[in-house]
């Protein structure tokens, strides 16, 4: 359960006043939970185990930061690059065929978007590989 303020006495173990903001509760092992936060703000992510055994390991916990305020552009320093594994998810949709000349169908221009800017040094043929990982 993810709660916004209030406050936690860590001398008696309570917690009180705060706001639910969301909640992912199932029987399953993997959670994930998306919401909206707001800078300066305190949050507290209450992870609790139900049921036998009473307790539940894990083996990692993330919380990833907000999306930037700008569109995330990453600067290639030197050609040839990788990136490695990455996501758009944490991006917004910076880019549409409203606001960006289009290249290809419309239509693809409605999700959630980073822009890689590079400079080769030779003029040539560049080869783009992008491999995606489908859910």
């Known amino acids: 359960m993810l709660y916004e303020g209030g406050t936690f006495d860590p001398t008696c173990g309570t917690y009180t006043g705060g706001t639910c903001v969301t909640a992912e509760q199932s029987p399953s092992s993997n959670k994930t939970i998306s919401t909206s936060v707001t ?11 139900w049921g036998p055994p009473s307790c539940g390991p894990f083996i990692n916990l993330t919380i990833s930061a907000p999306p930037p305020p700008t569109p995330q552009i990453i600067n290639v320093a030197t050609l040839p690059y990788s990136s490695g594994p990455g996501s758009t998810c944490t991006s917004q949709n910076w880019f549409s065929h409203t606001n960006t000349p289009v290249c290809g169908n419309p239509t693809y221009y409605d999700g959630k978007d980073i822009l890689w800017r590079f400079q080769p040094n030779a003029s040539g043929v560049v080869t783009i590989e992008y491999l995606e990982t489908m859910p």
């Open 39 to 49: 800078a300066g703000q305190t949050y507290y992510l209450l992870l609790d185990q």
